[in-house]
């Protein structure tokens, strides 16, 4: 089973923290994304990644920076957290591969509080 | 105009019966597509992946039209466990096979 794991469930940072929210993929895949999740907003796209060291802007990059050092390791970094960042912050993996399917698949999520 | 749309809903269901709901992209490069559900605080999983000609996964069937730039669920003889958010994907086929999510279809199945 594809295990797309995030570091943690619930977060309570202060207003201008740094904050860190990793995700590790076990199944070799090739791109990595994170989205936020608010309600009657659905998901939006933050960055993406297609590679190691490549990074894409999503629709909502504002405020927001992301890591990929290796290949299983995608991070997404708060510069300065603030209250409009409180949200469920969700990891996803993709392989490139249409032999083993191209769907996403999820870690569990990460509620992010900011105060 | 957003990329993926999707009717919020809900679709209040009786259990047993038939329902089905569409979601429209605005890409017409788009190449592929899938269905999540999301129970509530849970992350979302792969409902089906959504093929040209149409596919079926036991009382649960995806539709592609390309022409009109939509795909469709439909769910038979609904279970109270149906209940949940449905999540419409699209896959851009950008560098990075960009996915795109709907906002969500939420369905409650009412005994």
């Known amino acids: 089973d594809v295990k797309v794991t995030q570091s943690s469930r619930y977060l309570v940072k202060r207003t201008g923290e740094k904050v860190f929210l990793e995700c590790v993929q076990d199944m070799d895949h090739e791109n990595m994304f994170w989205y936020r999740q608010d309600p009657g907003l659905g998901l939006r796209l933050i960055y993406f990644?297609?590679?190691?060291?490549?990074?894409e802007k999503g629709d909502i990059p504002e405020g927001y920076s992301v890591s990929r050092e290796k290949k299983e390791r995608f991070s997404l970094i708060l510069e300065s957290a603030s209250t409009n960042q409180t949200s469920m912050y969700l990891c996803?993996?993709?392989?490139?591969?249409?032999?083993?399917?191209?769907?996403?698949?999820f870690g569990q999520g990460t509620r992010l509080t900011v105060v | 105009r957003k990329e993926v749309e999707q009717d919020p809903g809900p679709f209040n269901v009786p259990e047993g019966a038939t329902v089905a709901f569409n979601c429209t992209y605005s890409?017409?490069?788009?190449?592929?597509f899938f269905w999540y559900r999301q129970d509530c605080r849970k992350e979302p999983k792969l409902l089906m992946s959504v093929y040209s000609s149409g596919n079926e996964d036991g009382r649960f069937t995806a539709q592609l039209n390309r022409a009109s730039q939509y795909i469709s669920l439909l769910i038979r003889d609904s279970k109270l466990s149906d209940s949940a958010t449905y999540l419409c994907v699209v896959n851009e086929g950008a560098a990075g096979n960009k996915l795109t999510f709907g906002g969500g279809t939420r369905v409650l199945v009412k005994p």
């Open positions: 996803a993996s993709s392989s490139d591969k249409p032999e083993s399917g191209t769907e996403a698949f």
């Open positions: 990644s297609y590679d190691v060291k490549m990074k």
């Open positions: 890409n017409s490069a788009s190449q592929s």
